[in-house]
């Protein structure tokens, strides 16, 4: 079926509703108005006791969530703006991401906190979030960030099966800007399985989210012969296929919508340095956002990686 990842998402948890009569998505207009971006439209009318429209109150859905687990039910809380998830930080940190180890593995949370992420759509303050690195450095919590309907499907479907706490980061972007060939069955993506968007012996490019697509576009328009690595999830990070691919190219090059300062290209980075700075043969160049707080719209394309500001990295990176 061709799709957009709006689409895909939807298709996923109806699916996973229908396999498990434990999983209860609740949030904030999640259940008759099929949420703010319309993901889980149709979902209340078909599971109406298993989709919950709560108060707006980000740490309320997910303290009730975390009980929800440990009662044995799977729930699928939804945070509107991934702004406004911080509310629910002390609950996310404190409680989900610590109960495993806390109670020796006794018991697990096994919950999917999904949440739109990422600005190119003219939002307002705290609706164009990219919150993925501070989350990345809470051990015991997995995040994911797809770039296309077919990987949000097969990653959502597999965070539904696991038994741990998943960050679903959906990029507000991607929901309906392109559609995809997607199976109408159920199917599962690795976690912590990164993919190749492309393969080539000049360079790699290691990117998610937003940035794929645009990655892709300047590679194309340049014809230059890269490897383009989408890592799928941010933690765990597919440290293996980096380091494969950087001892191939020699040259490593990061791309991410999120700010610059302690972020997910810094990680990259101090990996690539540590296990094969002998393999390299150019700086490692990073692509972000300033690290500023995200602007008002009119400024948004001075703050979001642009095909220019890529480009002019990639020539860069080439020169040497």
Do not use: C
């Not at 990842?5 to 396999?19: C, G, K, R, S, V």
């Not at 495993?100 to 919950?111: H, L, N, V």
């Amino acid at each position: 079926m061709l799709i957009n990842m709006l689409n895909a998402i939807n298709n996923a948890l109806d699916l996973a509703m229908q396999e498990n009569q434990d999983i209860v998505l609740l949030g904030e207009d999640v259940g008759k108005d099929g949420g703010v971006f319309r993901v889980t439209d149709g979902l209340f009318d078909k599971y109406k006791n298993r989709v919950i429209d709560t108060p707006l109150a980000e740490d309320g859905i997910i303290g009730v969530s975390i009980g929800m687990a440990l009662a044995g039910l799977r729930p699928v809380p939804e945070i509107q703006f991934a702004g406004f998830m911080w509310l629910s930080f002390n609950q996310i940190v404190n409680h989900a991401a610590r109960y495993r180890s806390r109670t020796r593995s006794r018991f697990s949370i096994p919950m999917v906190i999904r949440t739109p992420v990422s600005g190119g759509v003219r939002a307002l303050e705290h609706h164009s979030e990219s919150p993925e690195a501070p989350y990345a450095n809470i051990g015991g919590l997995v995040i994911i960030e797809p770039s296309s309907p077919y990987d949000a499907k097969g990653l959502l479907i597999k965070a539904l099966h696991m038994q741990d706490p998943v960050i679903f980061l959906e990029p507000t972007k991607l929901y309906r800007l392109f559609k995809q060939e997607v199976p109408e069955n159920m199917y599962e993506i690795e976690i912590g399985k990164a993919n190749y968007i492309a393969k080539g012996d000049d360079l790699t490019i290691i990117t998610y989210g937003t940035m794929v697509n645009i990655v892709k576009s300047v590679a194309e328009k340049k014809q230059i012969s890269a490897d383009i690595i989408d890592l799928r999830t941010i933690a765990p990070l597919d440290e293996k296929t980096i380091l494969e691919s950087i001892k191939k190219t020699g040259k490593a090059m990061i791309v991410h919508e999120a700010p610059t300062s302690f972020g997910v290209g810094a990680e990259i980075s101090a990996r690539i340095a540590e296990k094969a700075i002998y393999d390299i043969s150019a700086p490692i160049i990073r692509i972000a956002a300033p690290s500023l707080p995200y602007p008002y719209p009119g400024y948004e394309k001075f703050y979001v990686p642009n095909e220019l500001r890529i480009g002019k990295a990639i020539e860069k990176l080439l020169k040497y």
